[in-house]
């Protein structure tokens, strides 16, 4: 498909790092996020939430405040149609609308502190938020349940009486919170730990993280009265916006349009909905625009964190560092309502290793929290917690470097996975090498401090993108996506457009179209766009080079298999052609309308080939050991992206996502009282990295190309967040002779280990 | 409950707004005056997104209530550039990379100019200090931090 890209040759814009096509906007005020949106005649509206974590709710009164002037709604879960309860979808990421539904809003029972019951439109926020307050829920308050172990206990409270588990044959007699078991075993585990020199088996646990993006979700819902609808919003994928919100009120695809707003932040927190179909259904009952901003505490109580744990792992290693078992019990917390990311987590926990017997259980649990929704690699930062801190135990154990055990077992193409397919991409080791020669590796550690080391795998995808490719009246170029740029991909798909076209950066503006402008794109996560919507890109660039050639062909009155595409330009394929000036793209363009027309195509993909991301990081860090509190003093990260098309957004990717580790390391955790109720819901208390708790993170770019992608690319965003857990706990086991089992590795935490090991 | 009326000035500017008393500034250069390029992050005044100057002195624009900007001179986001040039800051950050996402940018950029009228030359710890104020969940502050020094140098003149 890349007949015109040739491989070998050097690249005069990939790898640059150029402003970024929407930079003007986003530093002066301009560019409009979900919240940004207004319409004449707008409505704003407030959500009530249970203050329970797990009531029935017996009846909804809604007179009061639909008599306050001002109020022109209040709807409730019965206003929203019911689904058939069924998983669709791929299992790792398979879909409940019966689930969905009831998370949008509540119906029979409220799960959580936080869960919608019911809302209202009004003409102000003020009267808006008067309203939920008149709003009488008769709730029958339930037992609950919060940690994930309290939560598979034979007599915890259930939050669906009829919930037998998937994935157990036969199925089980009685019902459970467990919603899922998944099982990925290779080999003899028997045999395996048998042949071992050294085995450990440790058990651990981690607090559930939310996201932490900087916009809260908003949304402006515009109902037409022949149905045609308009939503403005916020998210990592408008096509996907689109999809959730037609199903769950019952409406054609292309009755709502959705404009892509630009998006403050998601890390996978932001593919799913969760005010969209509210503001449209009020919508629809006004006849008025809605507006729904969440609240900081909102999004910490009803949106998705990712999953606290219970984990335990034992691995087994030979004298010479070969691992040769492994094995895994995964428990994650999926929220209310099923579908945590613990078959990533089975899948992941190893892959990074050639380990002849492993096996890795999953257990996907309700509690009354929150649903769960992706988080950067879902799953595979849990595991590796876990994992990467019993491979240093055995490292210390067998006196290996810590790195070069982990370069022993490394996959490269043509290992095993535990899921069926073989690798087929080398990088992994190539990360641990860097490091291995870093002149930082080696260097002496003072009192208190400690270095430790970590790697980690994910995926990376591909999947559905289409982008489409306009030369302008005036040669210059547009090229346009469906994949919202959540960190500089326009910058990225017009720097892939301008070099296949042998133009300059400059030529060619990339825009995100909304969902009536362009074909389907999925949402920008799983480390896809680079990827997939980069492919896409440039196959339209190749289809209308092809287009160039042929209206060249026709101002030279040749044949097209005469006329070559090189640096920019037409040009004759050899002198028996003609004798003809190189033509470009402005002269190509001037003479459309006698030679075909406006010159433009559209493309679509359905991306394979994607190869995994690997990240190897060390990281030194300094604890006082009157307050366990620990200092980051140096943090080096490795990760194998492919090829770095914007190289200063490749590093802040890699920079971005190691502080989030940093965070879920040391800080961040979901605290409830025991009433199930939430006690940490602002950014005061649930404390994300400042820019004083930080030294600079070094990235080093690791870049094993992809020969399946037309400049290599492999992914950025994710295997980033893995590591760090494990390095830290790894540098703090170094600097106090502690094992830290239980994340966030808070100064109270570490410090009662340190007093626990003084006795 | 009748309106407050203030007059104010923003971004050089004089401005009339009516406001309901416990209205914040935020929500009114917001939702009344559309100058939408302040952002609201969580607006309990832990996150910086909504930061502005008063009178010179920078405060989270969602702790202050409407009413207060009465006499006042403010200084937003929307009033950094110079009409199509940019502040330093400005194209630093975008020279730099120093934004993804961009949500926590216009708080960012107040924040760092506030920084640089009161220490022209801060060192790497000063500027981590001041801006720990304004959160980022993108960018782990690199380049942000390298983004201000370099303003700070090119401000300088060094």
């Known amino acids: 498909m890349t007949t015109h890209q040739n491989s070998t040759k050097a690249m005069k814009v990939v790898g640059t790092s150029p402003v970024r096509p929407d930079g003007i906007q986003k530093v002066t005020g301009v560019a409009q996020y979900g919240a940004d949106y207004s319409l004449p005649g707008m409505l704003w509206s407030q959500i009530l939430r249970s203050p329970h974590a797990h009531a029935n709710i017996r009846s909804i009164n809604v007179e009061k405040a639909l008599a306050l002037p001002g109020v022109k709604a209040v709807i409730t879960g019965k206003d929203f149609p019911d689904h058939k309860f069924d998983y669709v979808g791929p299992e790792r990421v398979a879909v409940n609308y019966w689930h969905m539904t009831r998370n949008i809003m509540a119906r029979e029972k409220a799960l959580y502190e936080g869960h919608a019951v019911a809302a209202v439109a009004a003409s102000t926020r003020a009267i808006a938020e008067q309203a939920i307050k008149l709003i009488e829920v008769d709730y029958e308050i339930l037992p609950h349940v919060i940690d994930v172990d309290d939560a598979i206990a034979d007599d915890a409270p259930l939050l669906f009486p009829d919930m037998i588990t998937r994935g157990v044959e036969p199925a089980p007699s009685k019902p459970s919170n467990i919603a899922k078991r998944t099982e990925f075993k290779v080999g003899d585990l028997e045999a395996g730990f048998a042949s071992a020199d050294e085995v450990v088996e440790m058990s651990f646990k981690t607090a559930a993280v939310h996201q932490g993006y900087i916009e809260p979700h908003a949304c402006l819902a515009r109902y037409g009265a022949d149905g045609q609808s308009e939503l403005w919003s916020s998210s990592q994928g408008h096509f996907v916006v689109r999809g959730y919100t037609a199903k769950l009120l019952g409406m054609n695809l292309s009755d709502l349009l959705v404009h892509p707003a630009e998006i403050g932040g998601g890390f996978g927190g932001k593919t799913v909905v969760y005010v969209e179909p509210v503001a449209l259904l009020l919508s629809k009952h006004t006849g008025h625009p809605v507006k729904i901003m969440m609240s900081r505490e909102d999004v910490f109580k009803a949106t998705g964190p990712t999953s606290g744990s219970s984990m335990t792992v034992k691995i087994g290693v030979k004298k010479d560092g070969t691992i040769v078992a492994a094995d895994a019990l995964l428990k994650f917390q999926a929220g209310a309502f099923p579908g945590s990311p613990v078959m990533n987590a089975t899948m992941c926990s190893f892959a990074p290793y050639e380990i002849a017997n492993t096996r890795a259980i999953g257990l996907d649990v309700v509690s009354n929290r929150p649903k769960s929704a992706a988080y950067r690699a879902p799953g595979s930062p849990i595991s590796a917690f876990a994992v990467e801190s019993v491979l240093d135990i055995l490292a210390n154990k067998i006196g290996m470097d810590p790195l070069k055990l982990r370069l022993k077992n490394a996959v490269k193409a043509g290992s095993p996975t535990s899921w069926g397919p073989k690798h087929s991409h080398d990088g992994f080791a190539e990360t641990i090498q860097v490091l291995l020669d870093h002149p930082e590796y080696k260097k002496p550690l003072g009192k208190n401090q400690g270095r430790g080391v970590a790697s980690g795998f994910w995926f990376n995808g591909g999947g559905e993108s289409t982008a489409s490719v306009h030369i302008n009246e005036d040669g210059t170029v547009i090229i346009a996506t469906g994949s919202m740029d959540v960190g500089g991909s326009r910058a990225s798909m017009a720097l892939m457009a301008a070099e296949t076209l042998g133009v300059p950066y400059e030529m060619v503006r990339s825009t995100v179209a909304d969902t009536g402008s362009i074909g389907y794109n999925h949402v920008t996560g799983g480390s896809r766009v680079t990827f997939a919507t980069g492919m896409v890109v440039v196959d339209a660039c190749n289809k209308i080079i092809d287009e160039l050639r042929l209206r060249a062909a026709l101002m030279w009155d040749v044949d097209v298999t005469g006329v070559i595409w090189e640096d920019g330009f037409a040009k004759p394929a050899d002198k028996s052609v003609g004798d003809f000036e190189p033509l470009s793209l402005k002269a190509i363009a001037a003479k459309r309308a006698v030679t075909g027309g406006p010159i433009g195509v559209e493309a679509s993909i359905n991306a394979g080939g994607n190869a995994p991301g690997f990240s190897t990081q060390f990281c030194d860090i300094e604890v006082d050991p009157d307050t366990g509190k620990v200092t980051v003093l140096r943090f080096v990260a490795a990760q194998d992206v492919g090829r770095a098309i914007h190289r200063k957004y490749v590093e802040g990717q890699i920079q971005g996502g190691v502080v989030q580790g940093i965070g879920w390391a040391l800080n961040e955790e979901y605290i409830y009282d025991k009433n199930g109720r939430l006690s940490n819901a602002g950014f005061l208390d649930y404390r994300i990295p400042v820019a004083s708790d930080l030294p600079m993170i070094e990235a080093v770019i690791v870049e094993v190309p992809n020969p399946l992608h037309p400049f290599g690319v492999k992914g950025v965003g994710e295997a980033n967040i893995v590591p760090p857990m494990a390095a830290m706990a790894n540098a703090i086991y170094q600097a106090t002779g502690c094992r830290m089992t239980e994340l966030p590795m808070s100064p109270p935490k570490v410090l009662a280990a340190i007093d626990a090991k003084n006795g | ?158």
Request: hydrophobic share 35%.
């Open chain 2, 1 to 158: 409950m009748s309106k407050h009326h203030v007059s104010t000035v923003i971004n050089g500017d004089p401005v009339e707004f009516l406001c309901e008393t416990q209205q914040t500034l935020l929500n009114v250069l917001r939702d009344d005056l559309n100058m939408t390029g302040t952002k609201e992050g969580c607006g309990t005044g832990d996150c910086g997104a909504c930061s502005v100057t008063i009178d010179g002195r920078m405060v989270c624009s969602c702790l202050v209530l409407g009413v207060e900007a009465q006499g006042k001179s403010i200084q937003t986001v929307e009033g950094m550039a110079n009409g199509t040039e940019l502040h330093v800051l400005q194209r630093k950050f975008l020279e730099h990379a120093a934004l993804q996402c961009g949500i926590c940018t216009p708080g960012f950029l107040i924040a760092a100019r506030a920084l640089l009228e009161r220490n022209p030359d801060p060192s790497e710890e000063e500027v981590r200090f001041w801006l720990a104020g304004n959160l980022c969940r993108c960018t782990g502050y690199n380049k942000i931090i390298e983004a201000v020094l370099d303003a700070a140098r090119e401000m300088r003149g060094a």
